[in-house]
């Protein structure tokens, strides 16, 4: 009986090795990449400077291409035909020249060819701030989503700010329709432009530095990127950029020295992170910073 007991034991825990092992290796097999064509513009909130605009406008060819924006983050009760009218005129005041409102919250309107055309010949689409999960509601996985994604295969650009960042990414950081304070909420999924990753926003701005843990405690498997306000990251295929004022955050299991240019590997259940500045390249595939650029 001893012998038998000892052998179940030894079972058991080699099971649980097994287990371990596939998971730990499943999570090395998933990669973070970026689109195939076009590019990605993501901004941590707050101001936008006139670079930021700038960079944006040409990343879609002029400001004269057809630029498309969504304010359908913003809560319902401001759709007005005046405010979608002072939406549009906000753009155009900022210099583009061709700019059309995209807006639903019917989700058989975002599936119907008439919607979605308005995105044939966009060059570039914008998501502004608000709620997150009200562009999941209205868009993920429909003919709209579909076409968005159209954009960025012909070479346009998508951007946003602040909730428009956080859409762009695979896991919906802050997602929870009750309140933007819960990391994990009731709409966990993005519009995936980026695969396998979070991206939180007004990290620094608001204190919100730490909360990206409680995500990567959950699903390890992500890379998690934390952006500052009137910051951007710029990604065209698997690698970005970044530019503006303040720094971006990196949760990836490292610890990252500029001034030795040397990447250091954490112990499992770390709770670092490092920070990106203005000019400083990132590799979302090998999820490390692009050193030795000259």
């Given at each position: 009986?001893k012998?038998?007991s000892?052998v179940?034991?030894?079972?058991?825990?080699?099971?649980?090795?097994?287990?371990?092992?596939?998971?730990?290796?499943?999570?090395?097999n998933?990669v973070?990449t970026?689109p195939?064509?076009?590019?990605?513009?993501?901004?941590?909130?707050?101001?936008?400077?006139?670079e930021?605009?700038?960079?944006?406008?040409?990343?879609?060819g002029?400001?004269?291409?057809?630029?498309?924006?969504?304010?359908t983050?913003?809560?319902?009760?401001?759709?007005?035909k005046?405010?979608?009218e002072?939406?549009?005129?906000?753009?155009?005041?900022?210099?583009?020249?061709?700019?059309t409102?995209?807006h639903?919250?019917d989700?058989?309107?975002?599936?119907?060819?008439?919607?979605?055309?308005?995105?044939?010949n966009?060059?570039g689409?914008?998501?502004?701030?608000g709620?997150?999960?009200?562009?999941?509601?209205?868009?993920l996985n429909?003919?709209?989503?579909d076409?968005?994604?159209?954009?960025?295969?012909?070479?346009g650009?998508?951007?946003?700010?602040?909730a428009?960042?956080?859409?762009?990414?695979?896991?919906?950081?802050?997602?929870?329709s009750?309140?933007?304070?819960?990391m994990?909420g009731?709409h966990?999924?993005g519009l995936?432009?980026i695969?396998n990753?979070?991206i939180?926003?007004?990290?620094?701005?608001?204190?919100?530095?730490?909360?990206?843990?409680?995500?990567l405690?959950n699903?390890?498997?992500?890379?998690?990127?934390?952006?500052?306000?009137?910051?951007?990251?710029?990604v065209?295929?698997?690698?970005?950029k970044?530019?503006?004022?303040?720094?971006v955050?990196?949760?990836?299991?490292?610890?990252?020295?500029?001034?030795?240019?040397?990447?250091?590997n954490?112990?499992?259940?770390s709770?670092e992170?490092?920070?990106?500045?203005?000019?400083?390249?990132y590799?979302?595939?090998t999820?490390?910073?692009?050193?030795n650029k000259n």
């Amino acid at each position: 009986m001893k012998r038998n007991s000892t052998v179940k034991v030894l079972l058991v825990l080699l099971i649980l090795l097994t287990v371990n092992n596939g998971f730990s290796q499943s999570n090395k097999n998933i990669v973070t990449t970026g689109p195939e064509n076009g590019a990605l513009f993501i901004v941590g909130g707050g101001s936008m400077s006139e670079e930021l605009w700038d960079e944006f406008k040409k990343l879609m060819g002029g400001a004269d291409k057809h630029l498309v924006v969504s304010p359908t983050a913003i809560s319902s009760e401001n759709y007005s035909k005046t405010f979608l009218e002072e939406y549009k005129k906000s753009f155009l005041d900022k210099g583009f020249t061709n700019v059309t409102v995209l807006h639903t919250r019917d989700r058989s309107e975002a599936n119907s060819e008439a919607f979605t055309n308005i995105l044939a010949n966009a060059a570039g689409v914008w998501f502004t701030g608000g709620r997150q999960w009200r562009y999941a509601d209205s868009y993920l996985n429909t003919k709209t989503h579909d076409a968005l994604k159209r954009v960025l295969e012909r070479g346009g650009v998508i951007g946003g700010s602040s909730a428009g960042a956080t859409i762009q990414g695979s896991y919906l950081a802050r997602g929870d329709s009750k309140t933007n304070l819960i990391m994990m909420g009731d709409h966990e999924e993005g519009l995936s432009f980026i695969k396998n990753i979070a991206i939180d926003q007004h990290v620094l701005a608001r204190n919100r530095q730490n909360d990206m843990f409680e995500i990567l405690d959950n699903k390890p498997e992500l890379l998690g990127i934390g952006i500052d306000e009137s910051t951007a990251i710029i990604v065209k295929k698997n690698t970005f950029k970044v530019i503006g004022k303040s720094y971006v955050a990196i949760y990836d299991g490292t610890r990252w020295s500029k001034e030795r240019d040397t990447i250091y590997n954490l112990p499992k259940g770390s709770r670092e992170y490092y920070w990106l500045k203005s000019g400083d390249e990132y590799n979302l595939e090998t999820r490390a910073v692009v050193t030795n650029k000259n």
